[in-house]
């Protein structure tokens, strides 16, 4: 019952774990076919059908959703489609950008990217697991960009675990 479209970016929203941003779906989803115009109006529209689901952070952030029902449903069509490895290295060199910018201006601004990481580190961890086999190079640069944010949040053996899957 969804256009095409729809369908496409139903599909595509599906490489997020645990919770994504529309700032997000538009910088790893858009496309030449699905411009960020055009995906605002069909976000709407998968949420009006109940397609996506809205939550509330602990502080008051909207966010978003698939139920995990939906999400493997649409995983496997990007599977079948042949679009998941294109998608994920979307969702991988997204994150990775995010984690650099975070990386660059921590001093200046720790405490906006730390809690940006921290409400992303679901689809952070999502990102360093699918670049261990698809993408090891950048696997290695990720994780290194992450490094003073498992410090900051007295998870190092994280940081520690995916700095040396990353070297071997």
């Given amino acids: 019952m969804l256009t095409e479209e729809e369908k496409t970016l139903f599909r595509r929203l599906s490489v997020f774990s645990g919770g994504f941003d529309l700032i997000d779906v538009e910088g790893i989803c858009a496309s030449e076919t699905l411009n960020e115009e055009k995906i605002q109006d069909l976000f709407s529209q998968l949420v009006e059908k109940s397609m996506i689901q809205t939550f509330y952070t602990p502080d008051r952030q909207l966010r978003y959703k698939l139920l995990v029902t939906l999400q493997n449903y649409g995983s496997n069509l990007l599977t079948v489609k042949g679009e998941l490895e294109d998608i994920r290295m979307r969702h991988l060199e997204y994150f990775k950008r995010k984690a650099e910018n975070a990386y660059e201006e921590q001093f200046d601004s720790q405490s906006k990217w ?6 992303e580190r679901e689809n952070l961890v999502s990102a360093l697991n699918w670049a261990e086999s698809n ?11 992450l490094g003073w944010f498992w410090r900051l949040k007295a998870d190092l053996l994280t940081g520690i675990r995916y700095l040396k899957r990353a070297l071997e």
Avoid: H, I, R, V
Avoid at 135 to 143: N, P, W, Y
């Fill in 114 to 119: 730390a809690d940006w990481l921290e409400k």
């Fill in 135 to 145: 993408s090891t190079e950048t696997m290695a640069e990720f994780a290194s960009y």
